[in-house]
């Protein structure tokens, strides 16, 4: 079993927190630069409904690119495997999280993985409903499920304020259209990322999500299986292999837990039929991971033997 109690998780961050003074804080989605950089919360949540925490865990974060998981098993449910990745590919890019690059050089122009901007923005295209209220409820309601708490809700002002300047998401978007991988109107569309995008949640509800992909899509405190097996197979790769950009590498090596970041300073880990782990240190490396929440999970990796590999 590893780590056994909040003092000793609290022992951990205290040693990550250093970190924070080498990171900065996302400031390209206005309302994100308003963080504190030296934060840094985590909770773990065991399959048994245990809990252990430290930092400030009633603090919520919004989901930014961890919604990019739980789009993809939505839209893969609603769609199947075989639709999806016709459209979004299924290769680690190397690239930053917002490349356009390989989008032109890549043939036919969909977008390698669905982690990286251009892949989430052709997954949340997919999700199926009329309009973007529908399907972003429908999104919700998933999320609520997941994380079996139905107040999960999105930041209103994190969303408006990504939807006023994400001009190289729209860039994306249009060079979709261009390409025929999309078909909707771009400012639709980016309303619906973007409210996606804005999600929040504690660290706990974070590390809830974790823990059901983690148990392959069941959430064993409820026996409901939230996701599908194989779904649930396809997300935890996708957390190994693209789920920290082109730190995903270094990260497996490090660390060898399936792991989402986000520009919140966000990281949702999925120990594969272990536990979750939600995390918040909104201080980001160069490229774009919470530079103490990759601090913290390497002590916890190292510590209690966590590498899947
Ligand atoms: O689309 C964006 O740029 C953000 N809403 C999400 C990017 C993100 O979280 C990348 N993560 N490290």
Known sequence: ???QSSEELKALVEEARKCTKNGRVADYIPALGKANPNELSIAIYYPDGRCISAGDIEEKITLQSISKVISLALVLMDRGPDYVFERVGMEPTGD????IAKLETTTPAKPLNPMINAG???VTHM???NTVEERFQRLLSFVQEMANDSTVSYCEEVARSEFETANLNRAL???LKEHKIINEDVEQLLDLYTKQCAIEMNCLSLARIGMVIGMDGVDPLTGKQVLPTDIARICKTF????GMYNA???????IGIP???GVSGGIMGAVPGRFGIGIFGPALDEKGNSIAGIKLLELLSKNYKLSMF
């Open 259 to 261: 792991a989402k970041s």
């Open 96 to 99: 930053p999280f917002n490349s």
């Open 127 to 129: 999700i199926k409903g």
């Open 248 to 254: 995903s590498g270094e990260f497996a090596i490090e």
């Open 120 to 122: 989430a923005l052709v």
């Open 239 to 242: 957390m190994v292999t693209c």
């Open 173 to 175: 978007c249009y060079f």
């Open 1 to 3: 079993m590893p780590c």
